[in-house]
């Protein structure tokens, strides 16, 4: 598989509803980040369906490297 584009070296803080499904860009290209915009068609990459478990403030990753997609969970420090 492809390397994911780094869209960013920082997550992107989202508002996010309880019980929505989002659609998180995978592969880095999308202009519309941390959500997919359908970039990735004719590559490996596919957006990954996530729903939110909670109304909260989520900290999306953008580095696309997160072992907690679609979480951030610091990895972008490391690249």
Same mark, same amino acid.
């Given at each position: @598989?492809?390397?994911?584009?780094?869209?960013?070296?920082?997550?992107?803080? @989202?508002?996010?509803?309880?019980?929505?499904?989002?659609?998180?860009?995978? $592969?880095?290209?999308?202009?519309?980040?941390?959500?997919?915009?359908g970039?990735?068609?004719?590559?490996?990459?596919?957006? @990954?369906?996530w729903?939110?478990?909670?109304?909260?403030?989520?900290? @999306? $990753?953008? $580095?696309?490297?997160?072992?907690?997609?679609?979480?951030?969970?610091?990895?972008?420090?490391?690249?």
């Amino acid at each position: @598989m492809s390397e994911p584009v780094i869209a960013q070296k920082s997550p992107i803080p @989202m508002e996010v509803e309880a019980g929505k499904t989002y659609y998180w860009c995978t $592969c880095g290209n999308s202009s519309k980040q941390p959500l997919c915009d359908g970039s990735h068609k004719g590559s490996d990459f596919a957006p @990954m369906a996530w729903t939110a478990p909670e109304t909260k403030t989520a900290y @999306m $990753c953008a $580095c696309k490297h997160t072992k907690n997609a679609p979480l951030c969970d610091g990895s972008h420090k490391s690249l």
